[in-house]
């Protein structure tokens, strides 16, 4: 991991019972180089002292808007300049609300609005106020906004409940911000991704498509974004949230996936096909409802593009990574998709069996290259995506160099 030298962090302290793991976290940015500065709003001292982070930062610590003394050592604007990065941890319920509708009523809601520098917030609340609607809608409006969401966990909370909401532990943020501040393996590079399933219409109400959740797809393109690459995304119908930091273009049909993808391929560094393309469309799709009247129906169905393999054709062509679902005899149908697609890489999974595969959080892979392979997994589908972009920036660059 990098180091933080040299970085100024500004941390916001909020009203939560986690203010007390802020602490810890003061101390770590500091163990790892960084320079860090506190601001509390008013609720958060009836948890913590400001003494306590003074003691552990070596700096005054900021509560009052209106502390003329304060004010002429570093005034508010200036404090918000100052920083490379501002954290938000805890950040309860009501803070986040506050700062998703533009409030500036404490002096850290004024330094959200007034920062230009990266924004992160790490929610720490009951679990019930996180599954929250409005909760929720606020968080994914700040998202959308840019403001980088570090948790919350899962587990026991200070009033007894289990659940999601309680705020990452010091080390854990430490780890966020010095991922946040490392470049990454992918940086620079343009990565382009396909995911989630195509619908190919029947009539204007029914369609064809397959159990792809996309999920393994959305773990990729976050992974990726980690790893510093900037990400296009281009997914059929899912019912997951956008990534965070990631272009996302939504389509439905394989055609417009194909359109989608052809436009951005060339302009890319790497492309990896992880959509379970739908290989076939009804020919002459009915433009009005079809009513049932005969005993059976027949479908006409064509070939539809092939996305993958007409990228890999491209003259100025990405590195291209393919994914096989196989029911059976996984490495030899990989391996010929390997060849017959032209690919750089090709990660196979078994799919129908043991939890695995579509719509599961679970994965296991068997990755291929033209000379050499890598078992990834079983692990979380975040996990085998963090290890499967890993192998793909290492082969990368073994085959760019
Ligand atoms: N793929 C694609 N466009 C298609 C079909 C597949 O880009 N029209 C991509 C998938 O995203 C995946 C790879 O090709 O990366 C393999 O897809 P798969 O359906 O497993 O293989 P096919 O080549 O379609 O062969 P088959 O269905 O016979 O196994």
Not at 199 to 221: L, Q, T, W
Request: charged letters at 20%.
């Amino acid at each position: 991991m990098s180091d933080l030298s040299n970085k100024k962090i500004l941390l916001g302290i909020t009203g939560g019972i986690a203010a007390y793991k802020s602490a810890e976290l003061v101390r770590l940015l500091i163990k790892a180089g960084a320079e860090v500065r506190v601001v509390m709003t008013p609720a958060a001292q009836e948890f913590v002292q400001p003494l306590t982070y003074q003691a552990l930062s070596g700096h005054r610590v900021y509560v009052d808007l209106f502390d003329a003394e304060a004010e002429s050592a570093m005034d508010h604007i200036e404090l918000a300049r100052w920083c490379d990065l501002l954290l938000v941890a805890p950040a309860t319920a009501d803070f986040l609300g506050k700062m998703n509708a533009g409030y500036a009523d404490n002096l850290l809601l004024t330094l959200c609005l007034a920062c230009k520098q990266p924004v992160a917030v790490a929610p720490a609340m009951n679990q019930q106020m996180y599954a929250n609607a409005s909760t929720q809608q606020n968080l994914a409006q700040l998202a959308a906004k840019n403001v980088l969401l570090w948790g919350p966990a899962e587990g026991e909370q200070a009033c007894g409940d289990v659940g999601q909401g309680r705020m990452l532990e010091a080390v854990q943020l430490l780890q966020e911000v010095e991922r946040h501040f490392s470049p990454g393996r992918l940086a620079g590079l343009r990565l382009l991704l396909t995911a989630g399933p195509t619908r190919e219409a029947i009539d204007p109400v029914r369609y064809i498509s397959n159990r792809s959740s996309g999920k393994m797809g959305y773990a990729i393109a976050d992974a990726a974004r980690r790893q510093g690459a900037s990400v296009t995304l281009v997914s059929g119908p899912v019912a997951l949230p956008a990534p965070q930091g990631v272009k996302l273009v939504n389509v439905e049909s394989a055609q417009q996936m194909y359109d989608a993808v052809m436009q951005e391929a060339e302009a890319s560094d790497v492309f990896i096909a992880c959509a379970a393309v739908s290989d076939y469309r009804v020919d002459q799709a009915a433009e009005h409802k079809m009513k049932k009247s005969a005993d059976t129906v027949s479908l006409q169905l064509v070939l539809n593009a092939d996305i993958l393999a007409a990228v890999s054709a491209l003259e100025k062509r990405p590195f291209c990574v393919g994914f096989a679902a196989e029911t059976r005899d996984v490495e030899k149908y990989a391996l010929g998709k390997l060849q017959q697609k032209n690919l750089d890489m090709i990660a196979a999974n078994l799919v129908g069996e043991g939890g695995q595969g579509f719509e599961s959080d679970f994965n296991q892979l068997e990755v291929f290259w033209p000379d050499g392979r890598q078992a990834v997994g079983p692990a979380s589908k975040t996990e085998v995506a963090k290890q499967l972009i890993d192998l793909v920036a290492e082969r990368y660059t073994c085959a760019r160099s």
